[in-house]
């Protein structure tokens, strides 16, 4: 069975732009969530989606978006993109939503603004 | 809200040693807790899951334990192989979100 998967692996920006990530995750799971790591912060929760909507978000600003497909496959878009956006994301998926699901992560997207 | 602690930072061990890395938890209402390992620049392998009615699990050389009263757990490594060398992570889970420890940089000597 695939693993998740994310695209692109790498990733460059100039400040003031936007990016699309997207995640797919491993087949039959309906839950994709999305973190972000930095040497400073860690790895901190973004948002997650279970059957096309959000059903939780972090403590991170409107510029950080998402969404689900209906084939699960999710994207994270940043806009106005900013220095300190510069960071490893990542995307696992689960069976379900909530916290009684074991969660499989991808390889990541690094993403560097320049 | 939860907070995550793991202890020590770091880590150097010679091969073969037997060793323990700590996670502490604020909040005990969580649902399970994940440990994983990550190479440098790499996404994260899924190493061991504890449910939260449950008080350890054992995969190979590693034993994770869950002591959900008193917000610990420990995750042992029998026999370390240079091949371990990694960031080790703790995460536990409630029903919003993971929160994630800092993680414990582990080396281990040939």
């Known amino acids: 069975k695939a693993g998740v998967t994310q695209t692109p692996r790498y990733l460059i920006k100039t400040r003031g732009q936007q990016v699309t990530l997207s995640c797919s995750p491993i087949?039959?799971?309906?839950?994709v969530s999305w973190y972000q790591q930095t040497p400073g912060q860690g790895l901190q929760f973004l948002f997650e989606?279970?059957?096309?909507?959000?059903?939780n978000k972090g403590n991170f600003p409107g510029r950080f978006s998402g969404r689900q497909f209906s084939n699960s496959r999710s994207e994270m878009n940043v806009s106005t993109l900013e220095l300190g956006d510069s960071a490893l994301y990542l995307c696992?998926?689960?069976?379900?939503?909530?916290?009684?699901?074991?969660?499989?992560f991808g390889p990541g997207t690094r993403l560097t603004v320049l | 809200k939860q907070e995550v602690t793991q202890i020590p930072a770091a880590l150097s061990v010679p091969e073969g040693e037997n060793l323990v890395l700590n996670c502490s938890f604020t909040?005990?209402?969580?649902?399970?807790l994940q440990w994983f390992r990550q190479d440098p620049g790499k996404g994260l392998t899924s190493l061991l899951l504890?449910?939260?009615?449950?008080r350890e699990q054992t995969s190979g050389r590693l034993n994770a334990s869950l002591d959900k009263s008193s917000g610990r757990s420990t995750l042992y490594i029998a026999a370390s192989q240079p091949g371990d060398s990694a960031t080790y992570l703790c995460?536990?889970?409630?029903?919003?979100?993971?929160?994630f420890g800092a993680g414990t940089r582990l080396t281990v000597k040939p």
């Open positions: 696992a998926s689960s069976l379900g939503a909530g916290g009684a699901n074991e969660q499989f």
């Open positions: 087949s039959g799971h309906r839950s």
């Open positions: 989606y279970f059957s096309e909507t959000q059903r």
């Open positions: 909040d005990s209402a969580i649902y399970n």
């Open positions: 504890i449910q939260s009615s449950q």
């Open positions: 995460a536990v889970q409630n029903n919003n979100d993971m929160r």
